[in-house]
């Protein structure tokens, strides 16, 4: 007598589906527009004049009507002061019988002339200048709403979308377990 035991082990099978979790979201935005800021600017330059007149006709370069009347007046002082030189000799001969000799000392000035000094090449007189200044006009861009400053801005939140799927287990029996007995005689 023979006695023979088998014997299969009972398995069990898993069957298992992941879970998902799917997340979607939208960005936050924040829309900005803005006006372009303007400004006006008008700007006059500086002005300066200057006038090296007075210098320059003092020596000697003159405006042919300004040299004119100069000459007049140089030319009537002149005739007044040989008038007067011509009385003075008149006088001075006049007194001839008291004795002296004028017509020698008259002679002999008039030999030899005084000579004036008039100035050099520098004149005296300055330069003269006028100036104006620079004007400068700022405007401004009008405001029509003075809450307004410029510029809009707009808030767009962000969205956010869960889909979620539940994992799942599944457990069952891929073998059954077994127990064999035989007796063989």
Known sequence: MHLEISTKLGLIGIKTTPGELNIEKTQARLEVKQEVGRISI?????????????PMAQMG?????????????IGKQKALEY????????RRL???????????????????R?????????????????SEPAKITITPPEVKNAAHTGYEAEFIPGAIKINYRRGQVSIY????????IDIIL
């Open 61 to 73: 370069y003159k405006k042919a009507s300004d040299a004119a009347v100069e000459l007049a007046q």
């Open 173 to 180: 029996m891929r073998q059954y377990p077994e127990v064999k």
């Open 114 to 130: 005084k000579k004036e000094r008039q100035g050099g090449f520098t004149p005296f007189a300055r330069v003269s200048y006028d």
């Open 94 to 112: 006049q007194t001839i019988e008291k004795g002296g000799n004028p017509i020698r000392e008259i002679a002999i000035e008039k030999a030899w």
């Open 42 to 54: 008008k700007t006059e330059k500086p002005k300066l004049k200057i006038s090296q007149y007075e």
């Open 83 to 90: 008038i007067a030189a011509k009385a003075e000799e008149g």
